[in-house]
Nanobody, 123 residues
Framework: QVQLVESGGGLVQAGGSLRLSCAAS????????MAWFRQAPGKEREFVAA???????YYADSVKGRFTISRDNAKNTVDLQMNSLKPEDTAAYYC?????????????????WGQGTQVTVSS
């Protein structure tokens, strides 16, 4: 079993920044990718960013150049630095872990989820 606990969400004005953190515990040693997904009200959960154990990174086009994902393998943590936030970034953000050897592009490719943290960007 794996437990993922997110922190760092909140309310910010458009153009501002937030940093999300996720701490993983349990059977994490064989996992490859950690990722962030988000879900806005009435919409499907969508991929935001992923990072491999060797620190290869992947981003959705909508956040490329604004968000940065990073991880600390020794501490089993993954962070998402979000800059130049827009109202359309408002969503619940979920930390995800997968044992896949390729980055997860859909929620069905995720093995474990965190409980989610809310990010609200006001205009």
């Amino acid at each position: 079993q794996v437990q993922l606990v997110e922190s760092g969400g909140g309310l910010v004005q458009a153009g501002g920044s937030l940093r999300l953190s996720c701490a993983a515990s349990g059977r994490t040693f064989s996992s490859n990718f950690m990722a962030w997904f988000r879900q806005a009200p009435g919409k499907e959960r969508e991929f935001v960013a992923a990072i491999s154990r060797s620190h290869g990174t992947y981003y959705a086009d909508s956040v490329k150049g604004r968000f940065t994902i990073s991880r600390d393998n020794a501490k089993n943590t993954v962070d998402l630095q979000m800059n130049s936030l827009k109202p359309e970034d408002t969503a619940a953000y979920y930390c995800a872990l997968t044992y896949r050897i390729t980055p997860p592009e859909r929620g069905t490719q995720v093995d474990y989820w965190g409980q989610g943290t809310q990010v609200t960007v006001s205009s």
